[in-house]
């Protein structure tokens, strides 16, 4: 019999997803609390729902339609709520809270001009706020992977090391694997020592590698998150360079933070010019080996083919 490809989670529709996510944190968190999270995240999918099928304008990104995008972000919102549950069960955890401007999981509806817009101020921050036990503070980025392929925007990572310098709090990353219940934790130290390429899974952006997931979500209630304060992120030198930033910030100088800023972005463009042309090197190294007759020339070609 024919394997059955699980359905990917950006194609289910909410009653599916609840399903999935039932099975999967019931069993963590008091059946009553996911019940009661459930039931809100029907009634934001059902509102959402209701105005696309009343011809409202809603957000998109990229390839997605925005039914699917909208659909997704509420997922999204389901998944870090429940997240949050979960580490609120932790025994090194004094509380977990949606981070600064991130904090409203909801939709605008304008029903003047039919529109629907996102409840939340753009924001390159962390997800979530963590605070132990012991007042040691932690800012989460969560992230989910799509078809087991683990990856994170460079950009992404470039955006916590700025929080690193901003809040002065460790950043960590948690990769979810929610098809096989596990996930993966890193800090940010981790991508010192990884190459950055041109993914072409997402149009060709520039990534770094993740771990594969391999810890059980369960496991969130028992991780001290002490053991990935690692101090050796305050010596990174992006987290230098966004210091530096908010320097020129804080002492209301212009001059320097316009100075400041343009080098960044200059040495970010100059990064990616070079991973691109590595990654162009590459591929055609690959046509080479894989097909060593292309080295001929279109004369060579052509006296060739009129042998045949």
Same mark, same amino acid.
């Given at each position: ?38 039931d809100e995240y029907r009634n934001k ?9 009343? %011809? ?63 409840? %939340? ?59 096989? %219940? ?21 149009? %060709? ?65 100059e990064e990616e010019m070079n991973i ?33």
């Open positions: 019999m024919a394997n059955i490809k699980e359905k990917s989670i950006r194609d289910m529709d909410f009653e599916e997803i609840s399903i999935k996510y039932e099975n999967l944190f019931s069993k963590i968190i008091w059946n009553d609390l996911f019940k009661k999270i459930n999918y059902q509102i959402f729902i209701r105005y696309k099928n009343e %011809w409202y304008d809603s957000p998109s990104a990229m390839w997605r339609d925005k039914i699917a995008y909208g659909r997704n972000i509420i997922y999204w919102w389901f998944v870090e709520d429940l997240i949050i549950k979960v580490l609120e069960k932790n025994l090194y955890i004094k509380s977990v809270n949606l981070f600064w401007k991130d904090k409203n999981h909801d939709f605008i509806y304008n029903h003047e001009i039919k529109k629907i817009q996102i409840n %939340w101020e753009k924001s390159t921050d962390p997800d979530i706020e963590i605070v132990l036990k012991n007042w040691n503070k932690f800012l989460l980025e969560l992230k989910t992977a799509n078809k087991d392929i683990f990856s994170i925007k460079r950009w992404n990572v470039e955006s916590l090391f700025s929080s690193v310098a901003n809040y002065e709090q460790f950043c960590l990353i948690m990769m979810l694997d929610l098809a096989k %219940w596990l996930f993966e934790i890193k800090d940010l130290t981790y991508f010192e020592t990884q190459k950055p390429f041109s993914n072409a899974n997402i149009e %060709w952006q520039i990534c770094y590698n993740f771990p594969t997931p391999k810890t059980w979500i369960e496991t969130l209630t028992k991780i001290n998150l002490d053991s990935f304060a690692n101090l050796l992120v305050l010596e990174n030198i992006w987290v230098k360079k966004f210091k530096l930033l908010k320097i020129s910030i804080e002492k209301e100088d212009k001059t320097w933070k316009k100075i400041i800023e343009n080098k960044i972005k200059l040495e970010k463009l691109n042309i590595d990654d162009f090197k590459d591929r055609i190294e690959k046509i080479k080996v894989k097909t060593p007759e292309v080295e001929m020339s279109w004369e060579k070609i052509e006296i060739e083919i009129k042998k045949i």
